[in-house]
Nanobody, 124 residues
Framework: QVQLVESGGGLVQAGGSLRLSCATS????????MGWFRQAPGKEREFVAA?????????IYSDSVKGRFTISRDNTKNTVYLQMNSLKPEDTAVYYC????????????????WGQGTQVTVSS
């Protein structure tokens, strides 16, 4: 099993920045891809970004965050980060970290492991 724990959420004004962290533990050797998703009240879970654990520079982003958010990883710490800049009120959501033992993917149904989520609120 793999355990994921997110941290770093909070309240920020529009235009501000936050950095989310996702610490992994357990059978981390089976993880190939790490991703971030978000879910706003009344909306479906939405893909944000994903990164390959082993291929340098292999990342994908949703169009809504491209150029503002950056996903990165530190394999020595078994941690994935999501740097969020130029935040907008529409970025308000619960952000979830996820992992899968397959290639990069934006489909949340293909991720095997999930964290509990961290709230990000952007005020206007």
């Amino acid at each position: 099993q793999v355990q994921l724990v997110e941290s770093g959420g909070g309240l920020v004004q529009a235009g501000g920045s936050l950095r989310l962290s996702c610490a992994t533990s357990g059978r981390t050797s089976i993880i190939y891809t790490m991703g971030w998703f978000r879910q706003a009240p009344g909306k479906e879970r939405e893909f944000v970004a994903a990164i390959s654990r082993w291929i340098v520079g292999s990342t994908i982003y949703s169009d809504s965050v491209k150029g503002r958010f950056t996903i990165s990883r530190d394999n020595t710490k078994n941690t994935v980060y999501l740097q969020m800049n130029s935040l907008k009120p529409e970025d308000t959501a619960v952000y979830y970290c996820a992992a899968k033992n397959g290639p990069l993917d934006s489909d949340y149904e293909r991720y095997n492991y999930w964290g509990q989520g961290t709230q990000v609120t952007v005020s206007s």
